[in-house]
């Protein structure tokens, strides 16, 4: 009796799942996305739990396959959204006509200058992702190296052959501290720096993290590279300090738009809306020390203290428009010398 | 060679035979221009646009030949490419030589081993290379100052991995001799030397030289190991990365593209030359060539052996160590912690299972299309043009890129007219583009195989009106079935390591462990990232082993002819 009893309770249930199913058919959106993969998990999770009707699938690779993965699909694009992808990378896709301007619901909570200008925005920034020094402590005292808190500190004559920095003309990390050094300090300025920074560069990577990974194993004591790593790395149990140089310091966001002509355009708004909510914010903190919505982050640990005030006042307009020409004039100075110096 | 060229021309079949293998090599022209001649050619020709796509004819090369920075990357690749090339073929040599015509102990061993290069991702090689000579290595002192970070680095590195590719190719010309032509010399009072200068360097001749242009091109198109280990050493393959990944310039990558594919056009013209003065090394005469114990030469080839299978195992054990050590280089106590991925890559298992079907499929098909194609551009007689098309066609992908084939692919298959392009996003374009790109190697060691046996066979069984069909079947597969397992084999392996290609090509149901490895990597989880490259060594390594055990097997089965 209880058998049948129980059999007929999970042929009731299997009724039920399978009519749910059918009337819930769950809209599939191909979302492309250079977010670390340890983080993505979470984020699906998070976003079905709102939107059950939403099957996230993601694409990830890093910033510079996406990108190039992208633009050659111009032609036939099969992305609903791109979702956690460098700004730059968006603003020079969407120059191209790739993406539809959409103003997700309560997007007017978020800061400004963290999305695009026009309005709908074609972009919505969600975290910025900052320039930072990897510093080795166990390398430098063996070097007897001072503990750098500028930028300039790097041109030292003490500090030959003991950095390393992404090469800009691979590394989207790089071009971002190229691009914020001339901003900051204008033309003339920007290049006496990098003559003299260059000086004292072991090498240069191909890619933004490699920096500071060869900081943390204690290859070369000082990484140019970004901050959300170097936490990562010093949380793993590297002996790095993390420091913002006092002078200021460039950035670039993860954002998020949504593909022209996606077949899922409803299903795209309604990631869109739900990534910028509070929660959306929240989430985006446990990496990062800096997300779109004012008043949301706490501190990172690791992270260093006070980013956010030396992040300096960036013009990706201004950026974009001059990337080939810095890019041309950079290779020309610093590239043509093949031999690594010791 | 002359009795090779002019087989007796009476045939009754002929008509029917010809037909068919006509059809047979325009299906195999097709296959080839659709999976790799018109993507490659959509994308090259963007080297002549500008990045809006309008036509700019030569401006792009003349851009790039003006910057000194690019300009001396070819250089570079030039000789770097070279010098890794002149190592890698002398210690194959000396290696294959030692494994076919010499009495060491352990041969299948020292093969085994030589092999294991190419179970690894490339990156792997590089992390052993970084914690043996890095500025942290092991051995830093070794390099009396130097830095790894460079030609060095790069030059290390491309030996290790191009190895085995230029062995599998020496020794299958080396394995089989004529015992003939050796007693006649021995008989005519020809010194070792001698013998060895007339006899033996001629019979490996072709084998020699698409060894040596295997490699060049295998080098200088390689972008893994100096991304890694090159620090800012420019090189053309570097280049191409630089503009394609880092610039979306893909117009620039063409230009580079185009520039790279040069060597392979020169290795079909040497080869083609090479290949009028090639004769058959095994005629249907002849004896089977079995080296005899002789002390002085076996000591000399076991040292020799010995010590490059020592390299290669110190850099396969730095590497194993890296994956267990806990935070090199300042906690080196051992763990397994790296080998729990749970906390690194969510999918990495089903990535794992992904590698292995993909895997499977392209070893499958691959060697099906390879050796049926090799078979119709060697032993057909007729189309002379449709073969040298198609044998041209067999030697591009060598030169070409990865990245390149791959962004190919999306521009081809993923153009919204293409009717192929229901294929995009699937298994099936992993397993087309991964066959397409190691087609090269698989093709040549086919050929090399099929060049030993006398076209006799084909014309004795023409005369006894045997369609070619049954020969192919019933003589000359069972001959080859070495060298077919072998391509089985390599395309098995590759399709678990390689990355370039396939990085743009996956889709969320195929994701793979190789492509994990190098995100792990870039995400700062140099750790785990050897463990998975490390999972799939031992994984190709197993799947080797079984190769090995049934290469036995067949030898003794179908090759009692060499014996």
């Known amino acids: 009796m209880k058998l049948s009893k129980l059999a007929q309770a999970l042929w009731c249930a299997a009724a039920v799942a399978g009519f749910t199913t059918v009337v819930q058919a769950k809209t599939e959106l191909l979302v492309y996305t250079a977010v670390e993969a340890d983080e993505l998990a979470g984020f699906k999770q998070a976003i079905e739990a709102d939107y059950p009707d939403l099957d996230i699938k993601w694409v990830r690779d890093s910033t510079g396959i996406i990108t190039a993965k992208l633009l050659a699909e111009k032609a036939n694009p099969q992305a609903d959204v791109v979702w956690g992808l460098a700004a730059t990378s968006l603003k020079f896709l969407a120059d191209q006509g790739y993406f539809q301007p959409y103003a997700p619901k309560g997007v ?225 100075r610093y590239d043509s010398k093949s031999e690594p110096k010791k | 060679m002359a009795e090779a060229v002019t087989p007796p021309r009476i045939r009754p079949h002929l008509g029917r035979d010809e037909w068919l293998m006509g059809g047979g090599l325009l299906v195999l022209a097709l296959y080839l221009a659709v999976t790799l001649l018109i993507p490659l050619v959509i994308m090259l020709a963007k080297s002549l646009e500008d990045r809006q796509g309008v036509f700019v004819g030569l401006s792009n090369f003349a851009q790039y030949f003006s910057n000194p920075a690019r300009s001396g990357a070819v250089g570079n690749s030039l000789w770097v490419s070279a010098l890794a090339t002149l190592i890698v073929i002398a210690l194959a040599f000396g290696y294959a030589y030692a494994l076919t015509r010499s009495c060491i102990p352990f041969q299948g061993l ?119 280990i090159g620090g800012q050493f420019n090189m053309l393959a570097t280049d191409i990365y630089k503009q394609v990944v880092g610039q979306q310039n ?26 009028t003065r090639q004769s058959s090394a095994v005629s249907s005469r002849a004896v089977h060539y079995q080296p005899k114990p002789r002390p002085g030469r076996d000591w000399a080839l076991l040292g020799l052996v010995s010590v490059v299978a020592m390299l290669i195992l110190g850099i396969l054990g730095m590497a194993a160590f890296a994956s267990l050590a806990k935070l090199w280089p300042y906690n080196l106590s051992l763990t397994l912690s790296h080998y729990d991925f749970s906390n690194a890559d969510g999918g990495s298992w089903t990535s794992y299972g992904n590698s292995i079907r993909l895997a499977l499929y392209t070893a499958f098909f691959g060697s099906l299309i390879v050796f049926a194609g090799a078979y119709l551009v060697e032993k057909s007689r007729v189309a002379q043009p449709l073969r040298t098309a198609t044998h041209l066609l067999a030697l591009i992908p060598m030169a070409v890129p990865g990245m390149v084939l791959g962004l190919a692919y999306i521009f081809f298959f993923n153009a919204p007219g293409n009717p192929l392009n229901f294929l995009y996003g699937s298994m099936t374009i992993l397993v087309l583009a991964t066959i397409a790109h190691f087609y090269t190697v698989s093709h040549l060691t086919a050929l090399t195989a099929l060049k030993q046996l006398d076209p006799e066979f084909e014309s004795v069984s023409a005369s006894l009106k045997t369609p070619f069909y049954r020969t192919f079947w019933r003589v000359t597969t069972p001959m080859c079935l070495p060298a077919i397992l072998d391509i089985g084999i390599y395309f098995f392996i590759n399709a678990m390591t390689t990355v370039s290609a396939v990085v743009f090509l996956y889709s969320p149901d195929t994701t793979l462990a190789s492509v994990a490895v190098l995100n792990m990597d870039d995400a700062g989880d140099t750790a785990p990232a050897a463990a998975m490259a490390m999972l799939i060594v031992l994984t190709a390594g197993v799947v080797r082993l079984l190769h090995t055990g049934l290469s036995h097997w067949l030898h003794r089965h179908t090759q009692a002819w060499r014996r």
Not at chain 1, 208 to 231: D, H, L, N, T
Not at chain 1, 298 to 320: Q, S, T
């Open chain 2, 110 to 228: 020292f093969r085994l081993v030589a092999m294991a290069p190419l179970l690894a991702p490339s990156l792997l090689s590089a992390i052993a290379l970084i914690y043996l000579f890095g500025n942290q290595g092991i051995f830093k002192g070794w390099l009396f100052g130097e830095s790894i970070y460079g030609p060095i680095g790069i030059v290390i590195g491309s030996v290790f991995w191009t190895f085995p590719h230029a062995l599998i190719i020496l020794i299958t010309a080396l394995s089989s001799a004529d015992a003939r032509l050796y007693e006649a010399s021995e008989s005519l009072g020809a010194t070792r030397w001698r013998t060895f200068i007339t006899v033996t360097l001629p019979g490996a001749r072709y084998g020699l030289i698409s060894a040596t242009f295997v490699v060049f091109t295998l080098v200088i198109t390689d972008f893994g190991v100096p991304k890694v």
């Open chain 2, 250 to 275: 893909f117009q620039m990558g063409a230009v580079v593209s185009l520039i790279l594919l040069l060597p392979a056009v020169l290795a079909f013209f040497v080869e083609r030359w090479a290949q």
């Open chain 1, 108 to 332: 007017e909570q978020l800061d400004p200058k963290y999305m695009d200008s026009a309005k709908p925005p074609v972009w919505v920034g969600q975290r910025a992702w900052i320039a930072s020094l990897c510093f080795n402590t166990v390398e430098a005292e063996k070097l007897k190296l001072p503990k750098p808190t500028t930028w300039q500190d790097l041109t030292k004559p003490e500090f030959k052959g003991h950095v390393v920095m992404p090469n800009p003309n691979s590394s989207g990390t790089g071009f971002l501290d190229v691009s914020a050094w001339l901003q900051m300090w204008g033309e003339e300025k920007g290049w006496k720096f990098m003559d003299g920074l260059h000086q004292n560069i072991a090498q240069y990577t191909h890619s933004g993290s490699k920096p500071c990974k060869m900081a943390a194993a204690g290859e070369i004591p000082v990484g140019i590279s970004f901050a959300y790593r170097g936490a990562q790395e010093k949380t793993k149990g590297a002996p790095i300090d993390v420091i913002a140089p006092s002078e200021g310091v460039g950035w670039d966001l993860e954002a998020f738009a949504i593909t022209k002509g996606t077949k899922n355009l409803g299903a795209a708004k309604q990631l869109a809306d739900w990534s910028v909510t509070r929660k959306a914010n929240e989430l985006y903190n446990q990496g990062y020390a800096v997300v779109a919505m004012p008043g949301v982050a706490k501190p990172v640990p690791n992270f260093p203290a006070g980013i956010a005030n030396l992040m300096i006042k960036n013009n990706f307009e201004w950026a974009a428009q001059h990337r080939e020409a810095i890019l041309a004039e950079w290779a020309k």
